[in-house]
């Protein structure tokens, strides 16, 4: 498998990977192609239709505002999180929409962004664009966003893929030739990811990358114990990290007088990270936004029960753990799929459990068989898991999913950790039934809002 972790990992933008950060980063390339093509001067008019699960829950997850930014130029890595909505508000107002080198267009939110419910073939999330010059067609282009940032044009489909030029050294396409490498030349997982990383990059560079990582990771889970107040849409959800982590600061020392409080810190660090997501915040895809807690939760976890560093932090430790759960991540990226509006929430919330899980069995001294054993654990019990949030937003189940998940990473590892390393089920195994099952599941639970919770629950 020639891919990298940092394909996996990507510093983006809440609320979603899917259909925030993926429609900001087509809508900048297909801005990018105009400049290329020199349209840029000549398009009087762009209409922008979303089809799909785009259609059905892209307001409720800003797909609207990723769109009309990218195409002003910005990108998740960069765009001005706290301005993203005022830049919107003008654009609506004036009918004017900012392109590439500052060129200026007449362009009107209720007429020229369609959202279309219709499932085009290739995925539920797509986007086309057509750009006019006095009423003639000048370019029409079709991208899909397919889960977790990636993004495919119409035009790649079909193309056969181009040999890499980059040689690793341990190159696997499943779980099993994974671990087979491993034992072959004795290393870990995360040692065999890093000799792949750096195929692309120097050991520097993979450490700088790493700790950018962390760092995003970090302050995510510190921004969120921070903010109160309700969550932006009509579904006035309060945020509870702030009084949860006050309450638990409050005991000295961290005391564990309640044998279980232990479950209360792991919920607060993804409660955290996801409410910072619904807001629109800087996250770190992991695999995607929806499920963007549960690794930096269980890795919090590690560092302060695990590892008990209180006040700083063990780099090694995390390295490894990104390295290991990336790895797992590409798998589920290579063999099926990332993306909730394809294969429900097993898909989102099912990775990050099952990359978790294998990642801290490591990171216990579990060997790759026990690494194994844990990641097929964290999917096994999440196969099935639809993808339904309310109203469209990102925040009921999907905040407290990511808490839920976390807890269960925890307890896959400890259970393979506890076991012999033996298990009738491979991980090869349940990554194919997770993507068999989610083909199966009706398009009703695959983040279009129309089953599920998203129709049984009353909106407050």
Sequence with gaps: MKSSI???????????????????????????????????????????????????????????????LGLCGNTPQNVDTDMMNEEVINIKKNKKLTLLDG???????????????????????????????????????????????FVLCEDDINKEEKNDSVNIPYEFNSSKELISLCKKHSLSISELILENEKAYRSEEEINFKLKEIWTVMEKCVEDGCKH?????????????????????????????????????????????VNEENACGGRVVTAPTNGAAGIVPAVMHYMNRFINKNLDEYDMNAINKFLLTAGAIGMLYQKNASISGA???????????????????????????????????????????????????????????????????????????INGDGEHHVSLDSVIKTMFETGKDMMNKYKETSLGGLAVNAVEC
């Design 6 to 68: 940092f394909d996996i990992f990507k510093i983006g933008i809440g609320p979603s990977s899917s259909h925030t950060v993926g429609p900001m980063v087509i809508s900048n390339q297909f801005a990018s192609l105009l400049k290329s093509k020199k349209y840029l001067n000549k398009i009087n008019k762009l209409s922008i239709v979303l089809y799909g699960s785009l259609a059905a829950t892209g307001l409720g997850h800003a797909s609207d505002v990723a769109v009309l």
């Design 103 to 149: 060129v200026n267009i007449d362009f009107d939110y209720d007429k020229d962004l369609i959202m279309k419910m219709e499932f085009l073939p290739f995925h539920s999330n797509a986007i086309t664009f057509h750009a006019y010059e006095d009423g003639k067609l000048l370019i029409e282009k079709t991208y899909y966003s397919i889960g977790g940032g």
């Design 228 to 272: 109160d107040g309700l969550m932006p849409g009509r579904l006035k959800v309060p945020r509870r990290a702030k009084k949860l982590y006050e309450k638990l600061s409050k005991k000295a020392n961290f005391s564990m007088v309640d044998p279980l409080e232990v479950m209360d810190w792991i919920d607060l660090y993804a409660l955290a």
């Design 342 to 416: 394809d294969v429900g929430c097993q898909g989102e919330v099912g990775v990050a459990c099952s990359m978790a899980a294998g990642a801290l069995a490591e990171a216990m001294g579990g060997n790759v068989d026990k690494v194994e054993n844990a990641a097929e654990i964290g999917m096994e019990h999440n196969l099935g898991l639809t993808c339904d949030p309310i109203g469209g937003f990102v925040q009921i189940p999907c905040i407290e999913r990511n808490a839920m998940a976390s807890m269960k990473a925890v307890n896959a590892a400890r259970m393979a």
